[in-house]
T-cell receptor
Framework: LAKTTQPISMDSYEGQEVNITCSHN???????ITWYQQFPSQGPRFIIQ???TKVTNEVASLFIPADRKSSTLSLPRVSLSDTAVYYC????????????FGTGTRLLVSP | GAGVSQSPSNKVTEKGKDVELRCDPI?????LYWYRQSLGQGLEFLIYFQGNSAPDKSGLPSDRFSAERTGGSVSTLTIQRTQQEDSAVYLC???????????????FGPGTRLTVL
């Protein structure tokens, strides 16, 4: 899987929008970008996946520029319960995926 | 519906003992994965099962680690002669892997926290 780089940590306050950017300069043509969320003492949870432009679901939005060398996970109006570690992964979305998680971005949301 | 379940949730053992960790994947998911997560670290891939194919064992750290999947469903990860460095959270995931064109999302269980004293 393509290597990704993301900030180690971010701080925010309730009600704010949070944008977490991930760099993946060597992304391959058939690679997708996937974000997972992990709470303490729980397994990672799939948030969103995209290939290009913008994807939105009930949880988040994913912005991917034309060159696809980076992506931004956007969490609208965060709450305390959004405090978690967020992982960005890049790889093919079909068949076997040996997911390679980095250390992720630790988001802390304060009152 | 029911998600991926794992048991036990916590396991404390003494160095040198064998342990078995169990994973029940989501019904109908053909692919099953085991990962290990040490404190403050990302996930480390261990082994992958897909249907009746031979498992991909490329991530197993030593021959003390083994896993099996019976009937294409439940999986057991066995660690023999445990060492202190085996202490970690062991996570299992399952997916509908193998179908072209479909998003292959992995769904994770809550993990088993293993502590080797």
């Amino acid at each position: 899987l393509a290597k990704t780089t993301q900030p180690i940590s971010m701080d925010s306050y309730e009600g704010q929008e949070v944008n977490i950017t991930c760099s993946h300069n060597n992304i391959a043509t058939n690679d997708y970008i996937t974000w997972y969320q992990q709470f303490p003492s729980q397994g990672p949870r799939f948030i969103i996946q995209g290939y290009k432009t913008k994807v939105t679901n009930e949880v988040a939005s994913l912005f991917i520029p034309a060159d696809r060398k980076s992506s931004t996970l956007s969490l609208p109006r965060v709450s305390l319960s959004d405090t978690a570690v967020y992982y960005c992964l890049v790889g093919a979305n079909t068949g076997f995926q040996k997911l390679v998680f980095g250390t992720g971005t630790r988001l802390l949301v304060s009152p | 519906g029911a998600g991926v379940s794992q048991s036990p949730s916590n396991k404390v053992t003494e160095k040198g003992k064998d342990v078995e960790l169990r994973c029940d994947p989501i019904s109908g998911h053909t692919a099953l994965y085991w990962y290990r997560q040490s404190l403050g670290q990302g996930l480390e891939f261990l082994i992958y099962f897909q249907g009746n194919s031979a498992p991909d064992k490329s991530g197993l750290p030593s021959d003390r680690f083994s896993a099996e999947r019976t009937g294409g469903s439940v999986s057991t990860l066995t660690i023999q002669r445990t060492q202190q460095e085996d202490s970690a959270v062991y996570l299992c995931a399952s997916s509908l892997a193998g179908t072209s064109g479909l998003t292959d999302t992995q769904y994770f269980g809550p993990g088993t926290r293993l502590t080797v004293l």
